[in-house]
């Protein structure tokens, strides 16, 4: 078990954790599955559970996976220009990249079903409105254990290569996200960093923002 948190400390102290991940450890299956059992008491639309859990030890496996998601970030960092302040987050995400066939297990989280390519905010909204919650509550549940992750999406650029890689039915099963799971290093336990306050966010009754 991890640290003693209060459900605050819990909330305000999950963040992605990438440069911590200790790469030498193993996580025990047992772990893992706890971690799910907390993840699927998530809500979901209409309470259908549309989540699957695909969990990667193989280290061939997870080698080829890293291959196909260093690509996806690449390809992700030079469609853009990062500000200043971004650069250090860039920096652990490819320090993250450059590891992940080292991290011991890798979780894909998929949804059964797959949206058409013309769906409306509506339908996207209720479909990964109903994955994700899942997805927060693996995260949390790591956390609590002593264990830790980010979810990763760069992957998602090579979905089908991946589906056919791992034998995911690709047109009735979406992937949505994919976390890396490790024990953590020792670091510091504080709030999550550059949080903009509440009030300087919120708006009462119209839109406001200039």
């Known amino acids: 078990m991890g640290e003693e948190f209060s459900g605050t400390d819990l909330l305000t ?3 992605a954790f990438r440069r911590r991940l200790d790469l ?5 299956r047992r772990d ?3 971690c799910l059992d907390i993840a699927v008491h998530a809500p979901s639309g209409t309470n259908r559970q549309p989540w699957r859990f695909l969990v990667v030890e193989d280290p061939e496996t997870k080698q080829q996976i890293a291959e196909y998601y260093r690509k996806g970030f690449a390809a992700y960092l030079s469609a853009r220009t990062p500000r200043p302040d971004q650069l250090g987050d860039l920096a652990s995400g ?5 590891h992940l066939h080292e991290v011991p297990a890798l ?3 998929c949804s059964l079903g797959r949206p058409p390519a013309n769906a409306s905010p509506l339908l996207l ?3 990964y409105g109903s994955i994700y919650p899942a997805v927060w509550n693996f995260m949390l549940a790591l956390h609590e254990r002593g264990l830790g992750s980010t979810m990763t999406t760069a992957h998602l650029a090579y979905e089908r290569d991946i589906a056919d890689l791992l034998g995911i039915p690709f047109e009735q099963v979406t992937q949505v996200a994919m976390l890396p799971v490790a024990h953590l290093r020792p670091g510091t336990r504080g709030p999550g960093l550059r949080r903009t306050p509440a009030a300087e966010v919120t708006m009462w009754d119209r839109w406001t923002e200039a």
Request: net charge positive; proline share 5%; charged share 15%.
């Open 13 to 15: 102290t999950t963040r």
């Open 24 to 28: 030498t450890r193993p996580v025990a």
């Open 32 to 34: 893992l599955l706890d």
């Open 94 to 98: 490819q320090h993250l990249a450059a």
């Open 107 to 109: 979780v894909i989280v």
């Open 125 to 127: 909204a209720s479909f």
